[in-house]
């Protein structure tokens, strides 16, 4: 079915969140490239970043087609908005690293999704919309044909970016020239870091835009504030970047800018004097985490050494850090939250962020351990999935004290101390960005959905403390079957360690078991009841045994308090169940944790700190 095709309107819906970011918009390109690309071939194009200017509704409503971009926090609103467009008769189109993962989802909202680097398929598509066929031949395009999804094949990356246009920021409503711009002078990231969905939406390979196309843009921009240089790795070719900031001074375009890099920029001092000659202003670097383990796990290559050689030697050159963190690893504790805030502070970074490890459709993570194994998902509301709410179940940590202990490690270092020192070094930029970060945090507190949110992190981990009605077991009756796993040898010494006495239950009711479960309900106080979420392969013999012990003693004793303790497959013991039961014993979260190393010591499955 041919339709004709004039208006074009391309949306960025913005986070429902507040963020580090919410104070100073550094727009994504996408929305305004395709904007460009449609209105340079005769199409009447608006573009809306929401956190520029509101969507107007009655334009969007007014299109032909609209196209709308989504990021995994922003997915929910989006899917929202093509509803809505559909609903009106109005082709809608999606595109965006979440939508590039998960295109099942989002046709259940939109006509059509175009997954990966959109350029070359939504242009095709409009043709094809226009023509009414060739959908099938369009690479990168998924979409619904008599009820069937159909997913064409993966596009090859485009090779030479100068064949896209300029983005003309023109097109944004609400746009005012003289802040800050987005230039993109290469796609594709080298490096493997498991969070990150960057290298499946753009590949590790480098592509770049030529230096004549990166200093034509700068020359358009040269009024502008600040140029964030959107590279996924600005400085990953360092010959290629020491040229283009060599031909930047030259012309005299050096605004102030700042650019993603990595800690091992530092070890070339001519690119150093030459960010510094080139008028940098801040860098954001990734440095993850001062766990070594976590680095390690991260695939980060580099360890704290580099990290910190890394924050002086940015600073000896006048360079300002904007130093971004995860935590909530596997290897992550609570102290750990605490030691990166310190750290921070001691080294004097000048902003960071401490995002909340978050399993984002597209990493390593997601399809290697979240969506596979689904042990860690704890909620799929994807408006949470901004790196400042905890929607997964990490090993040594609940996920509630992470909540609190990444809040509690930014509010320790966005504080009154610290912008009283900035102010006091004449830094008022500084001051103000430390400012933010605190009235953020302050603000972020309102919000109604973020409250329910810890509120519901919290109940998780204290729904079991009323199962005993106040008072603390010192006796507990575990199945016997659970206490010759690992899992359940650790829960025995766990609680050995917390002065709880375990009392182990038969399986099977043959006339000696009758008789020690008649004991046992009069001896013990309450009773941990293994519940399988999933189950691991080669141990279904066991698992069967544990299924029929549940059954045997959920009958025979009757009304006697019961705590639910899930086993989660394969991956190691988790700190969350332990904690549930630990705090039938104590409400000393601290004792708790103490009792689990400890008892994973004793136990061999890790070494003492």
């Known amino acids: 079915m041919r339709r004709q095709l004039k208006k074009l309107v391309f949306v960025e819906p913005k986070s429902t969140h507040l963020h580090v970011y919410t104070r100073v918009a550094i727009p994504r390109l996408g929305s305004v490239l395709l904007g460009t690309i449609m209105r340079n071939k005769g199409y009447d194009v608006r573009v809306y970043i929401e956190d520029i200017h509101p969507i107007d509704m009655a334009e969007v409503m007014s299109a032909d087609l609209v196209a709308i971009s989504a990021i995994t926090s922003t997915a929910p609103q989006s899917y929202r908005l093509a509803d809505k467009v559909r609903e009106a008769g109005i ?65 090859p990356k485009i090779p030479n970016l100068d064949v ?81 900031l060599g031909r930047m001074i030259e012309a005299r375009l050096t605004p102030m800018w700042g650019a993603q890099v990595r800690t091992e920029t530092v070890d070339d001092p001519e690119l150093l004097q030459l960010m510094r000659d080139s008028n940098c202003f801040n860098v954001y670097v990734g440095f993850e985490s001062i766990n070594p383990r976590t680095l390690k796990l991260f695939q980060k290559k580099q360890d704290l050494a580099k990290i910190e050689r890394s924050i002086e030697r940015f600073h000896t050159h ?40 978050t399993p984002i459709p597209g990493s390593p993570d997601w399809d290697t ?44 270092f966005y504080s009154w101390g610290g912008i009283t020192r900035r102010l006091l070094k004449g830094d008022v930029y500084y001051a103000t960005i430390r400012y933010w970060g605190k009235k953020m945090i302050r603000d972020w507190w309102k919000d109604e959905e973020n409250r329910a949110h810890v509120q519901w992190l919290r109940d998780r981990l204290y729904s079991d403390a009323p199962a005993i009605g106040g008072r603390a077991p010192q006796r507990v009756g575990i199945p016997e079957v659970l206490l010759k796993d690992k899992v359940g040898q650790l829960l025995q010494t766990f609680l050995t360690e917390l002065g709880v006495k375990v009392v182990p239950l038969a399986e099977r009711l043959h006339a000696s078991a009758e008789d020690a479960l008649a ?15 999933r189950a691991e392969q080669g141990k279904e013999e ?48 601290d004792r708790i944790r103490l009792a689990y190393r400890k008892a994973g010591v004793t136990e061999g499955l890790w070494e003492a700190a």
């Open 369 to 412: 351990i979240y969506a596979k194994g689904s042990k860690y998902v704890i909620n799929d509301n994807w408006s949470l999935y901004d790196g400042h709410h905890v929607v997964h179940q990490p090993r040594r940590i609940s996920p509630y004290e992470l909540q609190m202990g990444a809040i509690k490690a930014m509010q320790k």
């Open 164 to 244: 896209n246009p300029i983005p003309d920021y023109g097109l944004i409503t609400g746009w005012k020239p003289g802040g800050v711009v987005s230039i993109a002078t290469s796609r594709g990231c080298p490096f493997s870091c498991t969070f990150c969905s960057v290298p499946g939406m753009y590949g590790h390979a480098f592509r770049t835009h030529s230096l004549d196309r990166v200093l034509e843009e700068l020359r358009i921009h040269r009024d502008d504030l600040y140029t964030f240089f959107a590279d996924d790795i600005f400085t990953a070719n360092k010959k290629r970047v020491k040229e283009l």
């Open 519 to 533: 004991r046992a309900k009069e001896s013990v106080d309450c009773l941990v009841m293994p519940i399988v979420k």
């Open 91 to 155: 082709v809608a189109v999606m595109g965006g690293t979440h939508v590039t993962f998960l295109p099942d989802e989002a046709l259940g909202h939109a006509d059509y999704v175009v997954k990966g680097e959109g350029e070359f398929a939504f242009q095709e598509l409009v043709d094809a919309i226009q023509s009414g066929e060739g959908f099938e031949k369009i690479q990168n395009l998924s979409f619904l044909k008599d009820g069937k999804t159909i997913h064409n094949t993966e596009r």
């Open 318 to 357: 006048g360079i300002k850090i904007h130093g971004m963190f995860v935590v909530g690893s596997d290897e992550d504790d609570l102290e750990t939250l605490d030691a990166t805030a310190t750290f921070a502070k001691k080294h004097d970074i000048d902003s960071i962020q401490f995002m909340i490890l």
């Open 542 to 589: 066991f698992y069967a045994q544990l299924a029929a012990a549940v059954d045997t003693l959920q009958a025979r004793f009757g009304k006697l308090p019961k705590v639910s303790f899930p086993l989660l497959g394969d991956q190691g013991p988790i700190f969350e169940p332990f904690a549930k039961i630990g705090l039938l014993v104590t409400n000393n979260l």
